[in-house]
Structures are given as C-alpha cells and as structure tokens.
C-alpha cells in the first residue's frame, strides 16, 4: 500500500492483540476506524457506556467499525514453537519441544514454563510482539498506520 493512502489513526496495540487472539465465540470485537478505539460487543454492551451507540449501530456501520478477525486457532501453537526454537538453553528447548508434540501441546507447553517467572516473561514479550506484528498486518491491509495512543487517551465510546 503506498504511503498516500495510508492514514494515522491512533490504536492501542495491546487491545487489539487482545482482540486478536481472544478465543470465545460469543465474542466480537471492533475497531472504530475514526478513533482507534477496540470496542468489545457482547451480552453485556450497555450504550450509555458508548456515547448511546447501540451494539446495532457497531454491527451495521461497516464504514466506520470494521470486525476485527477472529484468532487462528493454529497461531498460538505457531508461536509457540517459533519460542522454543530460539531459546538458547538445550535443555529447556528440547522440553519446550517434546511438549509441543504432545497431546494438548498450549497445556504442557505452559506446565514447562510454569515454574520458571523469568522465562515466562520472555515467552510473554516474545508472543505480545508476533501479536503486535499480526496487527501491524491487518492495519496495513485496512490502509491505517497505527500511532501510539497518548498516555491520558482513554476510548471515548
């Protein structure tokens, strides 16, 4: 996409991450594409809490509120064994790997690092960035350049 038609819009990643990868089916989320703002919709949505917008208003304004891709069940497995396969430690790799081909591979995968905070840790940031480079991607495809939101910004809806 070329640079004239890319258009800044303030986002806040960490949210849309969030969005991104949340598994639940009863669960859409929404980018308002005129503020930058995630917008969960869900039983809950009250549009006294949204500035009166309705859940209907969200669904059907595909001009300014654009559905925010469902997570690919396969990303999470994908990322972690893109992990495991840098860690430079043999034999935390080799275990991180052996969990990965297991049964249930999300489950033991995280049981390995359950008892390791600093590993954890990095296993969180190194995932947080290939989330944050996934909707890099989308952003680029809907023609938007994502700013950083400033500190005090709180979604107006």
């Known amino acids: 996409m070329s640079d004239e038609v890319t258009r800044r819009l303030p986002v806040d990643l960490p949210e849309l991450c969030l969005a991104l990868s949340a598994e639940a089916d009863d669960l859409r989320w929404y980018l308002d594409l005129s503020t930058g ?12 809490e949204h500035g009166g917008l309705s859940a ?19 990303l999470s497995v994908e990322d972690m064994t893109a992990y495991a396969h840098q ?17 249930k591979p999300e489950r033991r995968f995280r049981a390995v690092l359950g008892w390791l905070p600093e590993e954890q840790e990095r296993w969180h940031r190194f995932r947080l960035g290939r989330c944050e480079a996934r909707a890099h991607s ?9 700013t950083p939101r400033e500190p005090d910004a709180k979604p107006a809806a």
Do not use: H, T, Y
């Open 37 to 48: 703002d995630v917008l969960l919709l869900n039983r809950e949505w009250d549009s006294a």
């Open 56 to 74: 209907d208003e969200v669904e059907s304004d595909a001009s300014r509120f654009r559905l925010v891709p469902a997570p690919e069940p396969r």
């Open 87 to 103: 860690v430079p430690d043999p034999v935390l790799k080799e275990s991180l790997e052996m969990a990965l081909s297991a049964a």
């Open 138 to 146: 989308w952003l680029r495809s809907l023609g938007l350049a994502p």
